[in-house]
């Protein structure tokens, strides 16, 4: 492999670094092969629930952990709180990837990770 790597194919950053034998880009986190073929990975994007349930857009939701709200407000949101009408993102502050309406808080970005999809 030569001394300059290529810029990432889906924000065409220069700052791509090897990561065995993939190629990624620590701007948007997008990672492809080196075998000299330039993927874009267009398949939709999964996002799964703590407990592994897939979800999508206008799901509802608990929260399965009290979680600290830092900023103006701050306080806690509760444990089984219900959350309806989510919406998946792909550009949420760190790894949230949901935007939702949360009784008694307003909007916020929640992490998957924190949810449970209510079936």
């Given at each position: 492999?030569?001394?300059?790597?290529?810029?990432?194919?889906?924000?065409?950053?220069?700052?791509?670094?090897?990561?065995?034998a993939l190629l990624t880009c620590p701007m948007c986190g997008?990672?492809?092969?080196?075998d000299g073929e330039v993927q874009v990975d267009n398949a939709?994007?999964?996002?799964?629930?703590?407990?592994?349930?897939?979800?999508?857009?206008?799901?509802?939701?608990?929260?399965?952990?009290?979680?600290?709200?830092?900023?103006?407000?701050?306080?806690?949101?509760?444990?089984?709180?219900?959350?309806?009408?989510?919406?998946?993102?792909?550009?949420?502050?760190?790894?949230?990837?949901?935007?939702?309406?949360?009784?008694?808080?307003?909007?916020?970005?929640?992490?998957?990770?924190?949810?449970?999809?209510?079936?």
């Open positions: 492999m030569s001394d300059q790597l290529p810029p990432c194919p889906v924000c065409a950053s220069e700052f791509t670094y090897e990561t065995g997008h990672e492809w092969s080196t939709e994007r999964v996002v799964k629930d703590a407990v592994g349930n897939v979800l999508a857009d206008g799901d509802t939701v608990h929260i399965v952990k009290d979680l600290k709200v830092k900023g103006a407000g701050g306080g806690v949101v509760k444990m089984g709180t219900k959350v309806r009408g989510i919406r998946l993102i792909t550009d949420g502050v760190g790894d949230h990837d949901i935007d939702a309406k949360v009784p008694g808080f307003g909007q916020m970005q929640l992490k998957s990770s924190v949810v449970k999809k209510v079936v």
